[in-house]
C-alpha cells in the first residue's frame, strides 16, 4: 500500500480506483439478504466512519469518501472538507447503513479542489452491530509501501509511517504496532507553525494557522505560505489578497480585504459562524442552514422546528431500546452512570448463569459479541433452531476462505466444525434443519462462482457437493427442506439474470430457471409448505417490483406480482401461516419504509407497517401459532433493530428490539467518569460472567468475566473515582463472594475471592469511595448475618460481620454521601421491617435503626443520597403489594409514606437523585386487569417521578410484554434518567433513558 502527496497517485493507487480495484471493495463483504424464509437473518449494520489525518482540510484536500461494498452493492458517503475543521481530532465522514454482520472492508480517499488523488486508507473491521470506526491518514506514510519486503505480508496498511495489518485500527489497538508516542512530548515538529501531537500511539502534523500571518496557512511540510488556491503553487508568494471573498466566517481575519470581517462581511450572510450558527444581519447568531447538525443544547439550533433531533434525544420523553438479548439477558440488573453521562450495567445471564457487563456511554447504541473470533470471521452468516430450540449458525472465514459451523447443544456448549475448505467457499450460506435432525447448507463457491451444497445426517460427518456451476451462479440462496428431506434451494444466476431453483438430494439434484423475465432473483427468500408446496419472494430488479413465485406438488411454477408501487423488493423475507397465507416483508426503497404484504385466497394485499424515519432494511418475518404476525428489521434512522407485531385486530404495533437468542439475568450497570457505560451480566449457556461496554463510537461489546463455576447469582457494579469497574457477585457453586475489577478500559478483569467462609456473597450490593474504597454488602445464609467486605487502599480485603441479631441483612444497598458517610439498608425477616445502618466518615457504625416497620416490607428496596447528604429509600411492602418510600435529611428523621397503593407492585424497586433534586423510583406492576372475563396482571414497568419540592406522579414506562423485574435506575450530572430492567419470556435486557426537559 502506497499514499501519495499530490500530483499523480501513482499505479497503486489507480489500481485502487480502477473497475478491477473495485471489485474487491464489492466482493469480500457480500451480503445475505436472502434465506431468511425460516431461519430469520441477521444483519442491518451501520458503520460511522471517522477519519483522522494532518493533511491540511480546505488546502490539501478538500472532501473525503469512504466506501464500503455489500451484497454486490458499492455503497458510500462524501463529506466536504473546510479551512480549521479538527481533522487531527477526528472527524466524521458520515454513515453506511445496510451492511451484513461479519468482515468488511473500509476504503476512503482524500482528494484535492482538482479532484486529484491525495492519500487513501484501507481498514478491515468485523461488525457484530452498528459500529464507529476510525480510519487513521497520516502524512508520515508518504512514499511507505506495504507489505514491507521483509516483513509481515499481512501488513499491507500503513499507520504512523509503519506496515501494520487493514484490521489495526484506534478500536482494535491490540492489532496494531506497539505506540511511536506516549503524549505530545514524543512528536517532533518540522516546520515552526506546526505543533507534534500524539494522537492513538501515532504523532501527528498539526498544522498551527494562527502561527501564520492571516493572508497564509501552514503546510507541515513547507511552513506559511499564501492561501492563493488550495494547494500552493511553488513559486514566488503571489502579492495581494489571497481571496476574493471572506474564506471564513469564524477566523477573526479580513480574508478579502475588503475592510469587513466575519460575519460583518456580506460574503459570510447564511454561512457557518460557530458549531451551531451562521451569519446573520451581520452578527453571529442566527440559524444552522437547511440540513445542519442540530446542536444538542436542548434547543433548536437548526431552526427546523425539532428540538435536538440528531441526538436522538426529545426533551421531556423516554427512548427505549434493548441492551442484550442473545440468551435469557436481564435480570437482577443494576445500573451505574458516570460523571460525563456513561451508562454501566451489571446483570445476569441466566442462560449460561454468567455474570454480563454492558456499557454505553453519553449516546449511542447497543450490539453483542462475536461468536467465533479466531481468524478473519462472521460474514455470510445464517441460523437456523432445530425441533430441540438448538441454533445452527453458519458463516464464512474470511482468513481461510473457508465455510464454518457453529451447533449450540441442549447443554449449552458450541460444537464446532469446517464445513467445505475445498477452494474460496462459504459466501451466501443459507442453513436449515431437516425434521428429523439433519443439517442442509446451500452456499456459494465464489472461487468458481457455482452453488454448492453441504449436508450432515443426524450424528454423521459432513458431505460437500457442487449443485451448480453454469455461469455465475449461487449469490442469494436459500434454502429449505421439505418433511420428506427433499431439499429446495433458490438462488441467482448472474450469468443470466434469472431466478433459479435446485431440488433433491445429496448425489442427485436437478436445476431449473423459475423466473427469467428481466433480471430476477435478488433477494429470493424460499419457504416450503407442510405439503411440499413452494414459495418463493424475490426482486425483479429491472422493474424495481417484489415478486412471488408458487409451485404446488408436482406442479407447475406459476409468477404473480406482489408489489410495483414504488421501488420495492429489497431485503424481503416470507412465512407461511398454518391457515396457508402467506406473509412477506420487504423494504419501501422510494420512501425507505418497512412494507409488508399478506396473500390470502390468491390475492394480495398490501401495507405500509412502519413509515417512520428510514426504517424497512434487513427484514425477517415469522408467523406464530395463533397467525401473529411478527416482523424484525431495522431502523436506520434511529440506528436500532426495531420489531413489529399484527396482532388479531390487524393492528401493527411497534418497538424498539434484538431477539436473537437467550440471556439477561442478574444485571447490574455503571457508569464511568469518561462517559462509558459498562454492564456485567450471567451468560446461562456457558456459566460464564460476562462484561459488555459501550466505547469510542457507541457500540456495546460484550465479554466474559469469569467463566469458573455457576457465577453471577446476583450482581452489583460500581465506578471508582478513577474510571476503573468494579463488580461485585456470587459464585453460586462455591457459595463465595467474589469480585471482578478492571483498572482501565481494555485491561483484563482480575478476579478475586473475597469472602468464602460459609454460604455467603448472596444478594451483594457494592460502592467505592471517593478515596477507592471499595465496600460490599452481602448476606450470609448459613448464619442469616449480614456481612460487609471491604478493600481500602494499599490493604487487603476485610469481612465483618454488622448485624447478626436474628435473620438478617437480605438484600443489602449501600451508598455513600458526599462527605465520606457510609449508608446501608437491608431486610430483618423476623419482624419484616427495613433496616439502616450509617457510618458517618472516620468513625463507627451507629447501631442499626428502623425505617419502615408497619406489615411485611423491605425485602426489596433501593437506596440513594442526594448531594446534601439526604437518604432517601423505596421499598417493596409485600403484605399490601405497595411501594413505600422514606426520607432522612441528613443528620434528621425518618418520614415514610405510600407512593403507590391498592396497585400490586412486585418485589422490585430502586431510587436514583438528580441534581436538580428530583427523586425517581421504579418498580415492577403485576396488579390484576380485567380482559373479557379473566384477570390478566399487567407485568409492567412503572415510574414514579417527585420533582424537587413536588408531588410525585406515577406512570407507565414500559407495558409492551411481561417487563420490569429487576429494574435499576440512575442519572447523570445534566439530567439524564437511565433504567435498566428485564423482559420475561424474550429474555432480554432492556433500557429506557429520559432525555431532559429544557432549562433543567
Not at 640 to 648: E, S
Not at 866 to 889: C, I, K, M, N, T
Request: charged fraction near 25%; hydrophobic fraction near 35%.
Amino acid at each position: 500500500m502506497e499514499v501519495e502527496k499530490g500530483g499523480d497517485p501513482g499505479a497503486g493507487l489507480r489500481a485502487r480506483t480502477s473497475a478491477e480495484g473495485r471489485a474487491w471493495r464489492l466482493a469480500l463483504p457480500l451480503l445475505i439478504a436472502a434465506g431468511c424464509a425460516l431461519a430469520g437473518c441477521i444483519g442491518g449494520n451501520t458503520v460511522f466512519v471517522d477519519v483522522r489525518t494532518d493533511y491540511v482540510p480546505g488546502f490539501e484536500f478538500v472532501s473525503a469518501r469512504a466506501e464500503v461494498g455489500s451484497g454486490g452493492v458499492l455503497r458510500r458517503v462524501d463529506r466536504a472538507a473546510a479551512r480549521g475543521e479538527g481533522w487531527v481530532e477526528g472527524v466524521r465522514v458520515g454513515e453506511i447503513s445496510g451492511l451484513a454482520a461479519g468482515t468488511h472492508e473500509i476504503y476512503v480517499e482524500l482528494r484535492d479542489a482538482d479532484g486529484g488523488l491525495v492519500a487513501t486508507q484501507r481498514v478491515i473491521r468485523t461488525l457484530s452491530g452498528d459500529a464507529a470506526v476510525t480510519v487513521v491518514i497520516s502524512r508520515d506514510c508518504e512514499a511507505v509501501t506495504c507489505p514491507a519486503a521483509d516483513g509481515d505480508p499481512e501488513a499491507t496498511s500503513c499507520r504512523g509511517g509503519r506496515c501494520a495489518r487493514p484490521d489495526c485500527t484506534p478500536e482494535t489497538p491490540e492489532l496494531c504496532p506497539d505506540p511511536e508516542c506516549g503524549d505530545d512530548s514524543d512528536c517532533s515538529a518540522a516546520v515552526d507553525c506546526v505543533a507534534g501531537v500524539c494522537a492513538e500511539g501515532i504523532c501527528f502534523s498539526s498544522a498551527q494557522d494562527f502561527r501564520c500571518a492571516g493572508d497564509e496557512w501552514c503546510d507541515p511540510d513547507v511552513g506559511c505560505v499564501p492561501t492563493a488556491g488550495s494547494r500552493p503553487d511553488g513559486g514566488t508568494p503571489d502579492a495581494g489578497c489571497a481571496n476574493d471573498t471572506e474564506a471564513r466566517c469564524d477566523d477573526g481575519r479580513d480574508d478579502d480585504c475588503d475592510g469587513q470581517i466575519d460575519c460583518a462581511d456580506d460574503d459570510c450572510a447564511g454561512r457557518s459562524c460557530s458549531a451551531d450558527a451562521v451569519c446573520e444581519a451581520g452578527t453571529c447568531g442566527g440559524c444552522l442552514p437547511s440540513g445542519g447538525i442540530d446542536g444538542c443544547g436542548r434547543g433548536d439550533e437548526n431552526c427546523n422546528g425539532v428540538v435536538d433531533e440528531d441526538c436522538g434525544c426529545t426533551p421531556g420523553a423516554w427512548i427505549g431500546g434493548t441492551i442484550d438479548t442473545v440468551g435469557d439477558m436481564g435480570r437482577y440488573a443494576d445500573v451505574a452512570l458516570d460523571a460525563v453521562g456513561g451508562v454501566h450495567v451489571s446483570y445476569r445471564d441466566s442462560s449460561a448463569n454468567d455474570l454480563r457487563y454492558a456499557y454505553h456511554p453519553p449516546s449511542g447504541w447497543w450490539t453483542f459479541g462475536p461468536l467465533a473470533s479466531t481468524g478473519n470471521v462472521g460474514d455470510h452468516t445464517d441460523v437456523a433452531v432445530d425441533g430441540n430450540e438448538e441454533p445452527h449458525v453458519v458463516f464464512h472465514d474470511l482468513s481461510n476462505r473457508d465455510l464454518l459451523y457453529r451447533h449450540r447443544r441442549a447443554d449449552g456448549t458450541w460444537e464446532e466444525a469446517v464445513i467445505d475448505a475445498t477452494g474460496s467457499v462459504g459466501r451466501y450460506g443459507s442453513v436449515a434443519v431437516g425434521g428429523d435432525g439433519s443439517v442442509h447448507v446451500a452456499y456459494q463457491d465464489y472461487g468458481a462462482n457455482d452453488l454448492k451444497y453441504a449436508y450432515r445426517p443426524p450424528g454423521g460427518l459432513w458431505t460437500a457437493e457442487t449443485v451448480a456451476s453454469a455461469g455465475t451462479v449461487g449469490r442469494y440462496a436459500s434454502i429449505g427442506v421439505e418433511a420428506d428431506g427433499t431439499v429446495h434451494i433458490a438462488y441467482l444466476d448472474d450469468s443470466a439474470g434469472d431466478l433459479m431453483h435446485a431440488e433433491g438430494s445429496l448425489g442427485s439434484f436437478t436445476t431449473e430457471a423459475v423466473d427469467t423475465a428481466g433480471t430476477v432473483g435478488r433477494d429470493a427468500a424460499l419457504a416450503v409448505d407442510p405439503s411440499g408446496g413452494l414459495h418463493v419472494v424475490y426482486r425483479d430488479a429491472t422493474n424495481n417490483r417484489l415478486k412471488y413465485a408458487q409451485r404446488p406438488p408436482a406442479g407447475a411454477w406459476s409468477l404473480e406480482v406482489v408489489d410495483e408501487t414504488a421501488n420495492v423488493g429489497e431485503y424481503a423475507s416470507i412465512a407461511l401461516g398454518s391457515d396457508g397465507v402467506v406473509h412477506a416483508s420487504y423494504y419501501d426503497t422510494t420512501s425507505d419504509d418497512l412494507r409488508y404484504a399478506r396473500r390470502t385466497g390468491g390475492v394480495w394485499a398490501t401495507e405500509t407497517v412502519d413509515p417512520t424515519g428510514n426504517v424497512g432494511q434487513y427484514t425477517s418475518i415469522g408467523v406464530d401459532a395463533a397467525g401473529g404476525v411478527h416482523i424484525s428489521y431495522r431502523d436506520a434512522s434511529r440506528e436500532d433493530l426495531r420489531y413489529a407485531r399484527r396482532g388479531a385486530d390487524g393492528r401493527w404495533r411497534t418497538e424498539p428490539v434484538d431477539t436473537v437468542g437467550r440471556k439477561g439475568e442478574w444485571t447490574g450497570l455503571a457508569l464511568g467518569a469518561d462517559g462509558q457505560v459498562h454492564v456485567v451480566y450471567r451468560d446461562g449457556t456457558d456459566a460464564d460472567l460476562r462484561y459488555a461496554s459501550r466505547g469510542r463510537g457507541g457500540i456495546w461489546e460484550h465479554e466474559t468475566v469469569d467463566a469458573t463455576g455457576n457465577l453471577a447469582a446476583g450482581t452489583a457494579i460500581a465506578i471508582g473515582p478513577d474510571g476503573a469497574v468494579h463488580i461485585a457477585y456470587r459464585d453460586s457453586s462455591n457459595a463465595d463472594l467474589e469480585y471482578a475489577t478492571r483498572p482501565s478500559p481494555g485491561a483484563p478483569f482480575e478476579l478475586t475471592t473475597v469472602d468464602e467462609v460459609g454460604n455467603v456473597g448472596d444478594e451483594a450490593d457494592l460502592v467505592v469511595e471517593a478515596d477507592g474504597t471499595v465496600h460490599i454488602a452481602h448476606v450470609d445464609r448459613s448464619a442469616e448475618d449480614l456481612r460487609l467486605s471491604t478493600l481500602a487502599p494499599g490493604s487487603g480485603w476485610s469481612n465483618v460481620t454488622l448485624d447478626a441479631m436474628g435473620s438478617v441483612g437480605f438484600a443489602p444497598r449501600l451508598a455513600t454521601d458526599p462527605s465520606g458517610g457510609l449508608h446501608l439498608v437491608y431486610y430483618d425477616n423476623g419482624p419484616d421491617d427495613l433496616r439502616y445502618l450509617f457510618r458517618p466518615a472516620g468513625a463507627a457504625f451507629a447501631s442499626p435503626a428502623t425505617v419502615l416497620t408497619t406489615g411485611s416490607v423491605g425485602r426489596r428496596s433501593g437506596l440513594a443520597v442526594d448531594a446534601a447528604g439526604g437518604v432517601h429509600v423505596v421499598a417493596w411492602r409485600q403484605s399490601v403489594d405497595d411501594l413505600e418510600y422514606a426520607f432522612r435529611p441528613a443528620g434528621g428523621l425518618w418520614s415514610p409514606e405510600t407512593v403507590i397503593e391498592a396497585d400490586r407492585v412486585q418485589e422490585y424497586a430502586d431510587v436514583a437523585v438528580d441534581a436538580a433534586g428530583d427523586v425517581w423510583a421504579v418498580t415492577f406492576d403485576a396488579t390484576p386487569e380485567v380482559v373479557g372475563t379473566s384477570a390478566v396482571p399487567r407485568l409492567d414497568l412503572r415510574l414514579a417521578h417527585r420533582p424537587a419540592g413536588g408531588s410525585w406522579t406515577v406512570s407507565t414506562l414500559d407495558a409492551v410484554g411481561d417487563v420490569g423485574r429487576w429494574p435499576a435506575i440512575a442519572t447523570t450530572p445534566d439530567g439524564w434518567v437511565h433504567v435498566v430492567y428485564f423482559e420475561n419470556g424474550a429474555d432480554d435486557l432492556r433500557h429506557l433513558r429520559w432525555c431532559p426537559e429544557a432549562g433543567r
